[in-house]
């Protein structure tokens, strides 16, 4: 303040960032490049470690020993799964009621906004079924869950029938003390999503749902299991959930740990943690796992059946039995234990879980990025923003002033200018809410005009909006009036620059890989853009970073870190799954990505759009 | 039955034994010196495969303990009756409960208890300021029952209007002196136990008494021992009072984890224990094993061995079977030093949904997030054709702030308008939410009570140890006449078992029932206690650089300031000139 306040300084100051403008931003990029590169680079990486103290000191001792039992389960699933073609509910019931658990089953239905063709889903119809495991001497205040999603075909028998069997040996325990709710779901997601608004009495997402009989308190913590074969060769840990929540990171050491005591080898986004780490190759491999988790985080979409119970505060993981040709194998008994393992250590939480981190990155899973080392990435990457804006400013302020010493009637062109930018900046938001609304609510329309099905029509209309507003500076030009200044583009650049700061800062609290990968394309572009110059550059520039593009190159890196990697046409046969997929996401679970891409990220890119194309 | 009740007397040709078998025969015959006890043992199978055992210790006393000064106790705890006379405690009904009644699989019980500990005290109307009396009264019982009775105070103690009434003789109804507080978080354990069996009179070592053993009582899905104290008539008269003791001790074994996934039940199974004689000073001690209820003609379980006598009573508004065990009679005290007495079912498990009583209920919270929330109680009326009416009662701690226009209640889909409220809103750390309504249940439905709260943000030292483990909301609690199957005989309940005389009803056309429903957990808006110093030096440097250079800016008067040549020399050289009377430079 003294330095703002001390009219030598400051003018000190405004004359370090007007002229040392761009080196510093140049710089302030690299740094924050760099400092995101070097998170994954281990010595800089923090070991995980279990914070919580009822969770830590104590090892519990598994007995677990009924794989057999487990896939005996299993089998019994697939074959009456095969015969009624779909959820055994009754058999369901029958056999965890046989099992001493109180059962009880929710039915639900819901249409979908338009028809999903990648699970072939529009109208579904489905039930829950789940048994609760009551804990003795205790009054059904608090619960844990474990929960089967009961998929189609052949998928995830394994882990429905290894539910029961740790069911039925739990049910003979006497140091329970939070009640276990086994889950089946039907529909994955669609029908955790029902389960979880009957179980907390909301209704978020227009789901219809009956009405739900049996409850157990407040779920501190859950698991989702996924496995599809009798014996495994390693687990996988997914914990991105809904809009880039993550559980607590107690739960994922706790999973590392169980791993670890039973000799399992764990992985996090498919990658097997490597030995050594002071080599170039083990480097770029901790950073492809981070980079995997950024892009999973950033999609804002559940990576499985837990992903949805993080809205509630309830910490949850899934783990994925993988299967692949390593010569090791690890039977059921194994798996069990660990479940147990975890079970039993989620049982002696006298607390929710909250001693460790909820924002965090993981190059591996014994390495951990807590927020305070990679939010000064994104803090290099706004600053650029910001020192741009201020620049503006200052270039603003000082013609002003020195209009105002010389001629004095330069005044009135600068006020409508002014003005004059509430058109364009409408105009774009305006495109917005139509990118936003139009597709769903204009797709009867569509279907009837053109031979497309439902979906494609969705999609192809939301492309066709997003390309629509490219043409937008053409027609907005012809509502302004003297808008032609210098001033005009500078002030619209300053709004523009702010508004995105903003924009970019609020997501990234909210889930950082969003805002990191939306921060790291855009905002040199938009601090560049101008409407003199190479503007053919520019423009193409502005192409190459819109939200559409990243999301298209994110699916390519994708593919490439995944050890998928996919040509360019398969990858815009996944591009337009993916806009489908986000526009589901909004309406089936509440995700929050597409209406702010739609509602404000799209205008504020259109403004620099906007810019570049000022007359 | 009463021939083989005086044989027995007959036998034992005790005087003690004469008071009770006069007492058998229905005649109000009581000796001088009047204080008798009998122990009583329910062993009930339920539905659900788990098997209930009900203890019942009633000690009564033929003596005036208000009023008068009493020395001499003999069978009657002395802590309990000077406690009685010093506060005047006209009755007092204490249950410690570690588990959770589920009525829904296991039935009504003989008489429920909210999970923790609770406590509800009728004093006599001479008492002038009942607060302070249930103050000291609450650490008293704390001291006595090694329980955290201390913590009741006015943040948790209520007085009902209409939910409770006094459950003895008594002329006095204003609920003025009636004192109610329930301690959700309340953990029982052996300590508690303890001293429950030092009240009895033939303490632990002898009588059904022996069988309550801690680690056999704690393996166990329920656990709940009660203490309920009441005046009650000396004779058909009712000229004179008699005070009453009630011990009672309910468990509920559970069929898997004790035992082994079978039905099949025995004494020793339960209780790791078989010999069994009554307590030399009880006038009668029983063990009676419910046998079947109204459907079933013939019992679908085997009894062995074959009970002293089969007693038919109406409880809670059904004719039950139950298979008597005198252990004071002779062919029975031969052979009870292996009494082992076992339940073999005949039939083959069948597993189907349970058949729910006639009411029950759900409670649970709404929402998510950590500034709203909803409060939910579902009551169901299972029965065909009957509606009837309940009086719901709620109690809500002041840091969940309730907006008592968003009470709803529903049933099947229609408004239900209650025709009694009574709502006493909370003070902000002096007293809780109080809510008591008189609900009709239409036949066969489900009734929906929701009110929405809003959760307090407390200061940092009102946490509690563990602030993230959340918050107990007590449970509430629903009272009921429901109505009963069978013309109850209201004469004869004096004989039957355990608690039907406790609430006596007035016709035999409905019967009274009160359930709890399962206390709560809420999470309120919990500050990361575990950075203190960073939260004081960051607030701490945010302040001190704001404030002081806001300070600044606000009271500096700005200036611009001529150009300063020559520096120190001229300063000096100003000195000087000053000094020596010269206009500075």
New interface residues.
């Given amino acids: 303040?003294?330095l703002l306040?001390d009219?030598n300084r400051r003018r000190a100051l405004s004359r370090l960032i007007t002229r040392l403008n761009t080196p510093l931003c140049i710089m302030s990029y690299i740094v924050g490049l760099s400092w995101f590169l070097g998170l994954s680079f281990q010595p800089f990486t923090l070991r995980t470690y279990i914070s919580e103290n009822a969770m830590g000191s104590t090892m519990v001792e598994e007995q677990f020993t009924h794989g057999d039992r487990a896939l005996s389960y299993a089998r019994e699933f697939a074959s009456v799964k095969k015969k009624v073609r779909g959820m055994p509910v009754a058999w369901l019931e029958?056999t965890m009621?046989?099992l001493?658990l109180?059962?009880y089953t929710q039915s639900f239905t819901r249409t979908l906004p338009f028809p999903d063709e990648t699970t072939e889903r529009y109208m579904v119809k489905g039930t829950n079924v789940y048994g609760i495991l009551?804990a003795?001497?205790?009054?059904?205040?608090?619960s844990l869950v474990l929960s089967v999603p009961c998929s189609e075909g052949d998928h995830n028998n394994q882990a429905l029938g290894l539910a029961l069997a740790l069911a039925s040996y739990f049910?003979?325990?006497?140091y329970w003390a939070k009640d276990i709710i086994f889950l089946v779901n039907e529909y994955d997601l669609i029908g955790m999503e029902a389960w979880l608004e009957a179980y907390?009495?909301?209704n978020i997402t227009g789901m219809e749902s009956s009405?739900m009989?049996g409850?157990a308190?407040?779920i501190q913590a859950a698991v989702s299991l996924e496995i599809s074969s009798d014996v495994i060769t390693s687990l996988d840990i997914a914990v991105e959930g809904l809009n880039g929540q993550l559980p607590n990171l107690d739960m994922v050491n706790l999973f590392y740990a169980f791993c670890q005591k039973n000799g399992l080898l764990c992985t996090i986004q498919g990658k097997l943690q490597r030995g050594d780490w002071d080599s170039f190759p083990a480097y770029l491999h901790s950073l492809e796992t981070t980079m995997l988790m950024v892009l999973k985080q950033g999609s804002g979409r559940p990576q499985g059946d837990h992903g949805l119970f993080l809205?509630?505060?309830i910490e949850a993981i899934t783990m994925r039995g993988i299967n692949s040709f390593r010569q090791y194998k690890y039977d059921m008994s194994t798996i069990g234990k660990t479940l147990e393992g975890m079970f039993r250590k989620l049982n002696n939480l006298?607390?929710?879980l909250?001693?460790s981190y909820f924002f965090y990155l993981l190059p591996s899973l014994s390495r951990f990025v807590s927020i305070g080392m990679y939010m000064p990435v994104f803090g290099c990457l706004i600053l650029i923003l910001v020192l741009k804006s201020l620049d503006l400013w200052m270039k603003l302020t000082r013609s002003e002033s020195v209009e105002e010493d010389g001629v004095s009637d330069t005044e009135q062109e600068l006020k409508p200018g002014i003005l004059s930018l509430v058109a364009p900046i409408l105009i774009c938001h305006v495109t917005g809410l139509s990118l936003y609304y139009l597709p769903v609510m204009g797709q009867h329309l569509a279907i009837e005009h053109f031979p497309v099905s439902e979906s494609e029509a969705v999609v192809l209309t939301v492309i066709a909006i997003y390309v629509a507003g490219l043409a937008l500076p053409h027609n907005t030009h012809r509502v302004l009036t003297g808008a032609g200044t210098e001033q005009g583009w500078m002030m619209l650049k300053l709004i523009s620059l702010l508004y995105l700061a903003v924009q970019l800062g609020c997501i990234a609290l909210i889930n950082f890989s969003l805002g990191f990968l939306l921060a790291i394309t855009m905002v040199p572009v938009a601090a560049v853009v101008q409407p003199v110059g190479p503007r053919v550059l520019y423009a193409v520039l502005l192409i190459l970073v819109t939200p559409a593009t990243t999301l298209f190159f994110s699916i390519f890196l994708y593919k490439e870190l995944d050890e998928h990697p996919l040509g360019l046409l398969e990858c815009w046969q996944l591009f337009l799954q993916a806009i489908a997929g986000g526009l589901l996401d909004h309406y089936l679970y509440g995700s929050i990505v597409f209406p702010f891409i739609a509602f404000f990220i799209y205008p504020c890119w259109l403004q620099l759009w906007n810019i570049v194309f000022w007359k | 039955m009463a021939a083989l009740w005086l044989l027995c007397a007959v036998a034992l040709g005790l005087g003690r034994g004469r008071s009770w078998a006069a007492e058998g025969l229905g005649a109000p015959d009581f000796p001088e010196l009047g204080d008798s006890l009998r122990e009583e043992l329910v062993i009930a199978p339920l539905q659900s495969?788990d098997v209930a055992a009900t203890f019942q210790f009633r000690t009564r006393w033929d003596s005036e303990l208000l009023g008068q000064e009493v020395f001499h106790y003999r069978l009657f705890p002395k802590a309990l009756g000077q406690v009685i006379s010093k506060y005047s405690v006209q009755e007092l009904h204490l249950s410690f409960t570690?588990?959770?009644w589920?009525s829904r699989?296991w039935g009504h019980p003989f008489l429920q208890a909210p999970?923790?500990a609770e406590l509800w005290v009728w004093f006599q109307d001479s008492v002038s300021d009942v607060d302070q009396t249930w103050k000291e009264l609450t650490n008293i019982l704390s001291g006595i029952f090694c329980a955290s009775l201390n913590f009741i105070d006015s943040t948790n103690t209520v007085t009902p209007t209409a939910s409770f009434k006094p459950m003895g003789l008594s002329n006095v109804t204003d609920h003025r002196l009636l004192r109610y507080a329930i301690l959700?978080r309340e953990v029982v354990c052996t300590e508690n136990l303890t001293p429950w069996k030092k009240l009895l009179p033939c303490g632990s070592r002898a009588g059904l008494a022996v069988l309550l053993k801690a680690e056999r009582l704690?393996?166990?899905?329920?656990?709940s021992q009660a203490v309920h104290i009441r005046p009650i008539c000396k004779d058909s008269q009712c000229l004179r009072v008699s005070w009453e003791l009630r011990q009672t001790l309910t468990v509920v074994f559970?069929?898997?984890?004790t035992g082994?996934?079978k039905r099949d039940w025995s004494l020793f199974k339960m209780f790791t224990r078989t010999g069994l004689e009554a307590c030399p000073l009880a006038s009668q001690s029983k063990i009676y094993v419910a046998l079947s209820s109204r459907d079933q003609e013939n019992e679908p379980f085997d009894v062995s061995p074959p009970p002293t006598s089969v007693q038919e009573v109406s409880f809670q508004g059904d004719r039950r079977r139950y298979a008597v065990y005198d252990l004071q009679s002779r062919e029975l005290s031969n052979s009870s030093r292996n009494l082992n007495i076992m339940l073999k079912w005949k039939g083959p498990q069948e597993?189907g949904?349970p058949l729910a009583p006639v009411l029950y209920t759900?409670r649970?919270?709404?929402?998510?997030?950590?500034q709203k929330g909803?409060l939910?109680t579902v009551i169901y009326n299972s029965h065909p054709y009957r509606a009837f009416p309940i009086i719901f009662m709620e109690t809500v701690p002041w840091y969940l702030r309730l907006y008592v226009h968003t009470l709803v209640i529903t049933t099947k889909g229609k408004d239900n308008k209650p025709s009694y409220i009574h709502y006493q809103p909370a003070k902000d750390r002096l007293c809780p939410h109080l809510l008591e309504m008189l609900i009709q249940l239409p036949a066969n439905s489900?009734t929906k009570i929701t009110i929405q709260f809003e959760r307090a943000l407390l200061k940092w030292t009102e946490y509690p140890p563990?602030?993230?483990?959340?918050f107990?909301v007590s449970p509430s609690t629903v009272s009921a006449l429901l109505p009963s199957v069978i013309g109850m005989k209201t004469d004869s309940m004096e004989e039957s078992p355990l608690f039907t005389t406790l609430f006596p009803s007035s016709d035999g056309s409905s019967y009274f029932v009160r359930l709890y429903t399962?206390?709560?957990?809420?999470?309120l808006p919990?500050p990361?206690f575990?950075m203190p110093y960073n939260v004081i030096c960051l607030t701490c440097t945010v302040v001190a650089v704001g404030y002081?250079?806001?300070y600044?800016?606000l009271t500096?008067t700005?200036q611009?300031e001529e150009p300063r040549t020559g520096g120190l020399a001229k300063r000096l050289a100003n000195i000087i000139r000053k000094l020596r009377g010269v206009p500075a430079l």
């Fill in positions: 303040m003294g306040s009219p029958k009621r046989t001493g109180e059962v009551r003795p001497r205790a009054a059904s205040t608090e049910r003979g325990q006497i907390h009495d909301v009405v009989m409850r308190g407040a809205r509630y505060h006298l607390e929710r909250h001693q | 495969g570690h588990g959770f589920r699989a999970a923790g959700p704690f393996h166990s899905s329920y656990h559970d069929m898997f984890s082994q996934g597993k949904d759900q649970y919270i709404g929402g998510y997030g950590l909803e939910n489900a563990d602030p993230n483990h959340g107990y399962e206390p709560l957990l809420v999470n919990t990361d575990s002081g250079s806001f600044n800016l500096r700005l611009r």
